[in-house]
Structures are given as C-alpha cells and as structure tokens.
C-alpha cells in the first residue's frame, strides 16, 4: 500500500478553504500540503505515481482536470447507483444565521 499524494493534497484543498475551523493534527497537515503545492500542483500531481500511472495509460487530461480548483459548482450525489448533481440548497440554507448583539 502506498499513500495517494493525490487524495492527501485534495482533501487539503478542502480543509485550507474552510476558515475557522479546529484542525486535527492530520488536517493541519493535509492543509499545508496543499498550500504547499498549490502553486504548481498540476505539476505535483502529474509527478506523483497515481498521475504517472495516469499518463501511462493516456489519461494524462485527468491529472489536468483534477488540478483544476474552484471551478465546480456542485456536488455529486449517489442516486439509485449513478453520481447525479445535488440539488442547489434552499434559499434558507444559505442566508447567514443572525446574530444578537
């Protein structure tokens, strides 16, 4: 078995985006490998033995693809065994809860 660079860094990327937030150790971690990367992270990932594997087998585009950040504007949901888009959330979910003084 071996540690997927590709998973670690991408589940960074999520954890480096949320802001105030208590980190584990781990996602701290996870959270600097990515801002670390970030900057030539197509890169990275093409070198990693996932995105080489990729390429080998004429895949090279996905590592492209998966190196992209902020360009997706929905979530997959699993639906009778097919990934459909998730449904966009309801006005009310997302208006910022007031606050009392």
Not at 58 to 77: F, L
Request: aromatic share 6%; with cysteine; glycine share 6%.
């Amino acid at each position: 078995m071996r540690p997927a660079f590709e998973d670690f860094v991408g589940a960074g990327a999520v954890i480096a985006s949320i802001a105030g937030t208590r980190r584990t150790p781990e996602a701290e971690t996870a959270a600097a490998a990515y801002l670390d990367a970030r900057d030539d992270l197509e890169q990275r990932l093409s070198e990693c033995v996932s995105g080489r594997e990729l390429a080998e087998r004429g895949y090279d585009i996905d590592v492209t693809w998966a190196a992209a950040v902020d360009v997706s504007h929905t979530v997959p949901v699993l639906v009778d065994g097919k990934y459909v888009s998730a449904p966009p959330p309801s006005p009310a979910a997302t208006s910022a809860p007031s606050r009392r003084p």
